[in-house]
């Protein structure tokens, strides 16, 4: 069974820095990209950061360019997200998600099928 | 790429077959996902490939599109599909945007 388990949330002071992790178990955790995705209090979705499956590949949105950083340890199955500067509109509960690129009628098709059940980020003084 | 979603919400009933579109600022072919969220959860995959169902999902869940208008529709809407529905695009190399989400509430 595919399981995502993200830790490291808490309430942080605007500036702050706060380091999330994501426990990967149930597949070959070094075959897969994953993202980090956010969903700030009574909101939608927003995808946050992207790393490719060898630590190659990594994007990040323009809203956290800069501040966030995304990296994984597929030795210990785990991904992370280290946050700095850490501002209001950071609050949100930030997911992570399996990132499968694969072939759909032949041609590489990507989808998020797995999901973490979300860690809270709270940004506030 | 901006995705938009149509409508924000909708009141249906158990039975009604509900349909939801979502609009691309540009083409991206067929890279288009569906997801299902639940207050509270976290997403759940639905469809891919703008119209490939996820292992596990109901058959009354279709998706349909190309270019920069899809649809998802669910035929017979059944109470545990109450819940927020977002699309996301995922052409070539980020950011996979996601639309803004349509609430699917009981009449």
């Known amino acids: 069974e595919v399981l995502l388990v993200e830790s490291g949330g808490d309430l942080v002071q605007p500036g702050g820095s706060l380091r999330l992790s994501c426990a990967a178990s149930?597949?070959?955790?070094?075959?897969?990209?994953m993202d980090w995705v956010r969903q700030a209090p009574g909101k939608g979705l927003e995808w946050v950061a992207h790393?490719?499956?060898?630590?190659?590949?990594?994007y990040y949105a323009d809203s956290v360019k800069g501040r966030f950083t995304i990296s994984r340890d597929n030795a210990k199955n785990s991904l992370y997200l280290q946050m700095n500067s850490l501002r209001d509109e950071d609050t949100a509960v930030y997911y992570c998600?399996?990132?499968?690129?694969?072939?759909?009628?032949?041609?590489?098709?990507?989808?998020?099928?797995?999901w973490g059940q979300g860690t809270l980020v709270t940004v506030s003084s | 790429i901006q995705l938009t979603q149509s409508p924000s919400s909708l009141s249906a009933s158990v039975g009604d077959r509900v349909t939801i579109t979502c609009r691309a600022s540009?083409?991206?072919?067929?890279?288009l996902a569906w997801y299902q969220q639940k207050p509270g959860k976290a997403p759940r995959l639905l469809i891919y490939?703008?119209?490939t169902l996820q292992s596990g999902v109901p058959s009354r869940f279709s998706g349909s599109g190309s270019g920069t208008d899809f649809t998802l529709t669910i035929s017979s809407l059944q109470p545990e599909d109450f819940a927020t529905y977002y699309c996301?695009?995922?052409?070539?190399?980020?950011?996979?945007?996601f639309g803004g989400g349509t609430k699917v509430e009981i009449k």
């Open positions: 490939a703008a119209s």
């Open positions: 540009q083409d991206i072919s067929s890279y």
């Open positions: 790393i490719g499956s060898s630590y190659s590949f990594i």
């Open positions: 149930g597949f070959t955790f070094s075959s897969y990209g």
């Open positions: 998600a399996r990132d499968r690129n694969a072939p759909v009628r032949g041609i590489l098709t990507r989808r998020f099928d797995y």
């Open positions: 996301q695009q995922l052409n070539s190399s980020p950011p996979f945007t």
